[in-house]
């Protein structure tokens, strides 16, 4: 199960996957030894107030810094689900699903998890905000840009990892 955050009495925000559940590992299917494509997301109701929803996926233990796998932002409040292999296309703009910005693989969409070989399992957050606004950004769009934009405007966010390395 994924962390879940409490916005408010009673209230909860909550990111899940189909494909794997909270700290386990993440199917081949959704790395680079793999397809590549993303996995399948799933999220109960934003709170309220919620104009945008956006996405980062990231991995903290990569050798030299943070490095970021997806960026996709101005996701409709009403959005629930993104269904696997939506981020994969390489398409700045998903029609009905929101916009993509760069990863650190220096691609527009999703790019999986793809630790180097010997080193130990890697984790892999999927970070969702809950946002008071619909965000104008100039491309490029980097997680860096996204998360300057976001401040002052996230109303909650919920956290999914899962692990993955190579053999």
């Not at 709170?47 to 996709?72: C, E, R």
């Amino acid at each position: 199960m994924a962390k879940e955050y409490v916005l408010r009495e009673g209230a909860q925000f909550q990111l899940f996957s189909e494909a794997f559940k909270e700290g386990e590992v993440i199917p081949v299917k959704y790395t680079c030894d793999g397809e590549d494509i993303s996995p399948p997301l799933s999220w109960s109701s934003p709170p309220q107030g919620t104009k945008s929803l956006a996405l980062i996926m990231y991995d903290p233990d990569a050798p030299a810094n943070t490095f970021i796998h997806w960026v996709i932002y101005n996701m409709p409040p009403t959005l629930t689900r993104l269904e696997e292999g939506v981020g994969s296309s390489g398409a700045r703009e998903i029609p009905g699903v929101g916009v993509q910005g760069l990863n650190d693989f220096g691609d527009v969409g999703y790019g999986g998890p793809c630790p180097p070989r010997g080193h130990g399992p890697h984790r892999y957050y999927f970070a969702l905000h809950a946002l008071s606004a619909q965000l104008t950004l100039r491309s490029p769009v980097t997680a860096s840009s996204l998360l300057n934009a976001m401040r002052g405007k996230v109303l909650g966010y919920s956290l999914l990892m899962g692990r993955y390395s190579r053999q």
